[in-house]
């Protein structure tokens, strides 16, 4: 139903800024809503970042709030995850995933319930 393929991760300083896309194909996105997801070594998968693929509404997780952005590019059907002032504990495997959650009224936040995922692209940040 939906096929997303991340890219646009590397290394970088702290401090510094790196953008993320997935994108996305197979499937309109009425019905789904779209997330960022990370997990760094011996940690579990921790929430990033969704929106709303027809309302453009954005939800955060509080430690990224005001220096990452999720957007989304309808007619590209991609999604972008801008990250800004980058901290070492950001270092972390990053993967889009899909959630049949239209206007994010759910517990989009849990990784359980997505229902397609990326092959995910590695954030590295230097101290």
């Known amino acids: 139903q939906v096929q997303l393929v991340e890219s646009g991760g590397g290394l970088v300083q702290a401090g510094g800024s790196l953008r993320l896309s997935c994108a996305a194909s197979?499937?309109?996105?009425?019905?789904?809503?779209m997330g960022w997801f990370r997990r760094a070594p011996g940690k579990e998968r921790e929430f990033v970042a969704a929106i709303s693929w027809t309302a453009g509404s954005t939800v955060y997780e509080h430690s990224v709030k005001g220096r990452f952005t999720i957007s989304r590019d309808t007619a590209k059907k991609t999604v972008y995850l801008q990250m800004n002032s980058l901290k070492p504990e950001d270092t972390a495997l990053y993967y889009c995933a899909a959630v049949q959650d239209p206007l994010l009224s759910g517990t989009y936040y849990w990784y359980r319930e997505y229902d397609y995922w990326g092959q995910g692209t590695q954030v590295t940040v230097s101290s």
């Open positions: 197979g499937s309109t996105f009425s019905n789904y809503s």
